[in-house]
């Protein structure tokens, strides 16, 4: 037992650190992870669009200097952490080396390593519906009440840090009144972990609460811009294309807990799995949404195909591999950016990769990169093409300038990047900036960022001296590609002071009771 849990920890290692010598240095913070690093400079209950848990670790981020190291530490350790959860409960079956070897090519040749890589609510979301499944399931193993309390503290936790682990949540108490496990609902311990749960979770509720939910109103936007378009087939698509080099791992588990006389105590994982998929397709969810859903089961299936192959049909465990190992040949460069762009765009067209999807972004069209990757290109440019336009100013007109953009990635990179050049603070209405921007201002100039030239008609024009494009981004590999920098140059102080102000009260009137 004791050599297999050095394995254990040796494969966690190679986890975490893995990624930080994939990734090509020529990319940058992806741009939510930009708006969740600025979340950490303005610590609250609550968001636009996530729960504060996230936060926490942005604040630290900072702490310590907001380097990329930092940035990509956390998701890679909660990476390695939720291997070690799935290990752990395969060791618990009875698994030996072959099954770990399994959980570990699980957990590095499919979606799991970009997502454990991108500093997003995805790695923490993923591990606490981990830790939920992994409770219940030493819970059912050793009837150890505290296995319940940890399940509630998981649960609170993990709705602190996605919204979604309540899809997890209710699927898992559907699939526990289904089997013969139901009787952990006749246990007092559940009742006071569940307490436990909500407390944790109430100062969110009563964030949402006082800011009028605009959980709701985030949700609503994404599912008029985003989630309509995702067809069922699509999504079920994304489940085994996610995790294809180990796609047979987890339906062995799947398999396993449903069928398997010595898996019907952990029979509910099935059903929550079933309904876990069913919620999220009415729900037009993406295909990741689901990825939480998996690691307990990669754990069942690596502990199933290692016994199946214990004494008879030792060949399938070299199959298995060698189709791992060849998937992740060509895998890993969609996972993450391991060439500079030209060459990464170049390896995708020789491989005709378009036909895949993974290079469809969110307008349905195909590009050179996946979404994700044009979204590490072109920040810190964007931040210096800034500065260049703000220094260009007289500290007098200075004074009087703010900066804006309605990109929630633009206004994530200049404050980051902003303060080493000499940027202000900068503000817009994107996401949870809106929240962060004062009512008032008193200027006379704007540089906003990312935003389109006025139409001609507009009135808004006639109070400025000058209008003009200084700047803009050309680099056809980033999403941001084209973005502009104009100065609105010498406008009346009140009749600016006024505009923003009947603006800005125009944007935040649905986050106010």
């Not at 998981?154 to 209710?170: E, N, T």
């Not at 859903?293 to 060698?322: D, N, S």
């Not at 920040?379 to 009087?400: D, I, R």
């Not at 900036?433 to 006025?454: C, H, K, R, S």
Request: aromatic share 18%; charged share 15%; proline share 4%.
């Amino acid at each position: 037992m004791q050599k297999h849990n050095r394995l254990l920890y040796f494969f966690a290692l190679i986890k975490f650190a893995l990624p930080f010598f994939l990734q090509n240095s020529v990319y940058e913070p992806h741009r939510d992870e930009f708006l969740y690093l600025a979340e950490g400079r303005h610590m609250a209950w609550g968001f636009m669009e996530v729960p504060p848990l996230l936060s926490v670790f942005a604040w630290l981020t900072n702490l310590f200097g907001g380097s990329m190291f930092w940035i990509k530490f956390w998701p890679s350790l909660f990476g390695a952490l939720t291997l070690i959860i799935v290990g752990k409960i395969t060791l618990s079956l009875g698994g030996k080396s072959f099954a770990l070897l399994l959980v570990f090519f699980s957990f590095i040749f499919g979606a799991y390593l970009r997502v454990h890589y991108l500093f997003q609510p995805n790695f923490l979301e993923i591990f606490f519906w981990t830790m939920i499944a992994y409770s219940l399931v030493r819970y059912i193993q050793t009837k150890n009440n505290n296995w319940i309390y940890i399940f509630g503290i998981s649960v609170g936790l993990g709705m602190l840090s996605k919204y979604s682990v309540a899809f997890f949540v209710v699927s898992i108490f559907l699939g526990l009144l289904l089997t013969k496990e139901r009787k952990i609902f006749s246990n007092k311990h559940f009742y006071f972990a569940s307490l436990i749960a909500f407390i944790i979770f109430l100062p969110n509720i009563i964030w949402q609460y006082t800011h009028n939910f605009p959980v709701v109103h985030h949700m609503k936007e994404l599912q008029e811009t985003q989630l309509q378009y995702i067809s069922p087939v699509g999504f079920l698509t994304d489940q085994l294309m996610m995790n294809l080099g180990c796609f047979f791992v987890w339906i062995a588990g799947l398999l396993f807990v449903i069928f398997s006389p010595k898996a019907k105590q952990y029979r509910f994982i099935a059903w929550a799995y079933f309904f876990v998929i069913v919620l999220l397709l009415i729900g037009h969810g993406k295909g990741y949404y689901s990825l939480g859903a998996y690691p307990v089961l990669f754990a069942f299936g690596a502990y199933q195909l290692e016994q199946l192959t214990m004494t008879r049909f030792k060949i399938v465990r070299y199959v298995c591999i060698a189709f791992t190992l060849f998937i992740a040949y060509y895998s890993i460069p969609i996972l993450l950016p391991i060439f500079e762009p030209a060459k990464l765009a170049g390896f995708y067209k020789e491989r005709h990769l378009e036909k895949t999807g993974a290079l469809k972004w969110e307008d349905l069209k195909n590009h050179p990169l996946p979404q994700d990757f044009a979204d590490m290109l072109g920040w810190k440019t964007m931040a210096e093409k800034t500065a260049k336009v703000y220094n260009s100013l007289s500290q007098e007109e200075k004074n009087k300038t703010i900066i804006k953009s309605d990109n929630y990635g633009l206004c994530g990179a200049l404050s980051l990047y902003g303060p080493k050049m000499g940027l202000p603070e900068v503000y817009g209405y994107d996401a949870s900036f809106l929240l962060w921007i004062p009512d008032t201002f008193n200027v006379a100039n704007v540089i906003t960022v990312g935003e389109d030239m006025p139409d001609s008609t507009k009135d808004i024009l006639k109070y400025f001296s000058n209008v003009s494009v200084k700047d803009e981004l050309s680099d056809s590999f980033a999403r941001e590609d084209g973005s502009k920098i104009i100065l609105w140059f010498h406008c009346n102080a009140d009749t600016l002071s006024k505009f923003l102000k009947d603006e800005i009260a125009e944007k935040k009137k649905l986050f106010k009771r």
